[in-house]
């Protein structure tokens, strides 16, 4: 009994005969970063930017588009990874990103301009999903929960970064926030510099290697979780404002205060893997949507400011716990073979969730409405996740 004991906790702590340098490690958790900023950039100069490039009945969109872009093109990211590596993909996709990225300055007009920001989000799929499975093969076991939990706490404070810096550049020129997306270019000479083109081998053993994990597909709940996670986070992204400028907020206290939502994030995704470890992954991802949950009903409910700040601290919870979790559960779930596949599936779903915000303008009633619909959405995949849980585990006692 001890002797398994000991090699279950060598198997959770190892790690690839050939490490990657802190160089390595600082250019993959970096390359997370463009996935959220894809959107961010345009976002604090977004009425002057869609003035200027001809598109202002649609403003919303330069946001949301990439999203959709994410979403249709995701499954050819995953099947080009699975093909031709994860590697020379990502290279591909850093080298696309900045050119359709910082090109869209040039644009005007709605067709050609919504046509780049779709393919960019198609583009910002194959970073995502390569920059990950890059991770998966550098990492392994508790190692690489950690690393995921450090790269959601990237893209998170990659979006408070890049919300400040984008808003100092569009109070200088509406083009100017566009070339952030040429962080892309820097980070290809990153990449080819500081990650080895050839990842070492998995070790034998690991979670996933098995044929039957090759033709396992039930990753749907893990996807489904995904898009509710995002949708529940970014109902409270979208409605908020309004909420909070009935509060008496301004547009700049209004930035302070999402902008601390995602600081929270990342400091719950630094705690995920130890709060995995403790109660599991299902019961973790559970307490995930209760956070969610409650932060939406404190947001629909409070009248002062003390109030929204617990709400803001939950719905931050709710992120660091549920999309760092979810990255790592597809990865130990899916064999190397259709790793990248799998992981542009959950790309997919995260970009799902966030473009179906898109359309809560469209809903009936006002803002509290929608929080108190949000909130009983999570309750409901709360208790959804703890039956599968609490029968599957029973299935097993049995």
Known sequence: MTTS????????????????SAGG?????????LTIMVGTVVAPGLLSIASAQQVESHASWLITLPSLGAVLFAPIAGRMIDRIGAYPSLVGGLLLYGLLGAGGALLEGAVVVFADRILLGGVTAVVMAGGTTLISEWYHGH??????AQQ??????????FLFVSGVLAGIAWQLPFLLYLLSWGLLAMLWLMVPRQSPPAPDGEPGQSKGAALASSLNSIYLAAAISLTLFFTAIVMLPMRLNLLGLNEAATGIFLAAISLVAVVAAMLMPKVSRALGEMPTLVLAFLLYAASLFIFQQAGSMPLMSVGAVLSGMGFGFSI????HMTVERSHSSVRGRNLSYLTMAIFLGQFLTSFLEFLPGDGSNVFAAAAVLGLIFAVLYLGAYLLKRDSRGA
């Open 25 to 33: 490690r600082f250019t993959l958790l970096a390359i997370a970063c």
């Open 5 to 20: 004991t000991t090699e279950v906790a060598a198997q959770d702590t190892r790690e690839p005969s050939h490490s990657l």
């Open 143 to 148: 190692a690489r929960l950690a690393m995921i």
């Open 324 to 327: 760092p979790l979810l990255n």
């Open 152 to 161: 959601g706490m990237s893209i998170e404070l990659g979006g408070v970064i």
